[in-house]
């Protein structure tokens, strides 16, 4: 069955940075959308980016020129390259793919402290 796993989350401070990873497994990653949400407390779980099959890229207004997503499609893998974190990114990540609706993995906690 598919399983997405997320790793790298921690607590960093204003400024930061993070890496983020998710391993993928019981897909055909390659061919797969794959993009990364996250849920603050008392929030609902908002798409933060997304990288089709082919690269095309799409960011949430709020983390454009500070975060990149990529993809190891050998790794089947997709990361989350967080850079001049803020308070407000303080959420669990996770990864998804939009072709599985019901497929989430555990996420990642990541703390941006001030």
């Known amino acids: 069955q598919v399983q997405l796993v997320e790793s790298g989350g921690g607590l960093v401070q204003v400024g930061g940075s993070l890496r983020l990873s998710c391993a993928a497994s019981?897909?055909?990653?390659?061919?797969?959308?794959m993009a990364w949400y996250r849920q603050a407390p008392g929030k609902q779980r908002e798409l933060v980016a997304t990288?089709?099959?082919?690269?095309?890229?799409n960011y949430a207004d709020s983390v454009k020129g500070r975060f990149t997503i990529a993809r190891d499609n050998d790794k089947n893998t997709v990361y989350l390259q967080m850079n001049s974190l803020k308070p407000e990114d303080t959420a669990v990540y996770y990864c998804h793919a939009p072709s599985y609706l019901a497929i989430w993995g555990q996420g990642t906690q990541v703390t941006v402290s001030s």
């Open positions: 990288i089709s099959s082919r690269g095309k890229l």
């Open positions: 019981g897909m055909i990653f390659s061919i797969n959308t």
